[in-house]
């Protein structure tokens, strides 16, 4: 089993829905973090968040929010799903400590119609 | 504002030839460089995280080297399942908490 799990894989929808896209890990990390990422650019961090009762914006925040439910578990919303945010989103975790590497799950494929 | 530029976009190798991608960085205060592997389908995979100037770190076939201005990954004798996008990502001091990656490089190998 995969130690970040994201689900959904794949997701087609409309503007204007609500969509959530969920991610747990099993690796006892403390840092979670949501990116996302377009053709031709980086990774983008959107949220993240390194303990249960801390939540931080990362670059490109603007129409996303998240909640951290458990250390295990780290969803990111789009409240009103826009064409612009057609994209591969990426959890990752990673922790606590100075320079630990981020691990990543297999991510989410968003299309919005 | 820290950036991360990779280069080349992308690179062919025929198996067994090698070479090196480059990841050049404008960081105020490089705290650490990482090298990520993706697959297609894929979220990145850790392969090494470089500290300071001189350092060489090992894989297999890759190696991966640090300057002040930028690192290398060498690619030595490559096979074609070493086909991969291969990202850099950095950590400033002046930075927040957060990553800077670059925009990758496709490697394809073909047998």
């Known amino acids: 089993d995969a130690d970040v799990t994201q689900t959904p894989r794949n997701r087609i929808t409309k503007t204007g829905k609500r969509i959530m896209l969920e991610c747990s890990q099993t690796?006892?990390?403390?840092?979670m973090y949501w990116y996302r990422q377009d053709p031709g650019l980086g990774l983008q961090l959107i949220y993240y968040?390194?303990?249960?009762?801390?939540?931080n914006k990362g670059e490109i925040s603007d129409g996303y929010s998240v909640s951290r439910q458990a250390q295990a578990k780290f969803s990111l919303s789009l409240e009103s799903a826009i064409p612009n945010q057609t994209a591969l989103y990426f959890c990752?975790?990673?922790?606590?400590?100075?320079?630990?590497?981020?691990?990543f799950g297999d991510g989410t494929r968003l299309s919005i119609l | 504002e820290d950036q991360v530029t990779q280069s080349p976009e992308a690179l062919r190798l025929q198996e067994g030839e090698s070479s090196s991608l480059n990841c050049s960085y404008t960081?105020?205060?490089?705290?650490?460089l990482f090298w990520y592997r993706q697959d297609p389908g894929k979220g990145p995979e850790f392969l090494f995280t470089?500290?300071?100037a001189g350092e060489e770190k090992e894989k297999e076939r890759l190696k991966a080297t640090l300057t002040k201005k930028e690192s290398f990954l060498h690619i030595t004798a490559p096979k074609p399942e070493d086909s991969a996008t291969y990202l850099c990502?950095?950590?400033?001091?002046?930075?927040?908490?957060?990553?800077?990656f670059g925009k990758g490089t496709k490697l394809t190998v073909n047998p």
């Open positions: 990752a975790t990673s922790a606590t400590g100075v320079l630990q590497p981020q691990h």
């Open positions: 690796k006892g990390h403390d840092r």
């Open positions: 968040s390194f303990d249960v009762k801390d939540i």
């Open positions: 960081v105020s205060g490089l705290r650490g």
């Open positions: 470089l500290y300071s």
């Open positions: 990502a950095v950590y400033s001091q002046g930075g927040s908490e957060k990553l800077v």
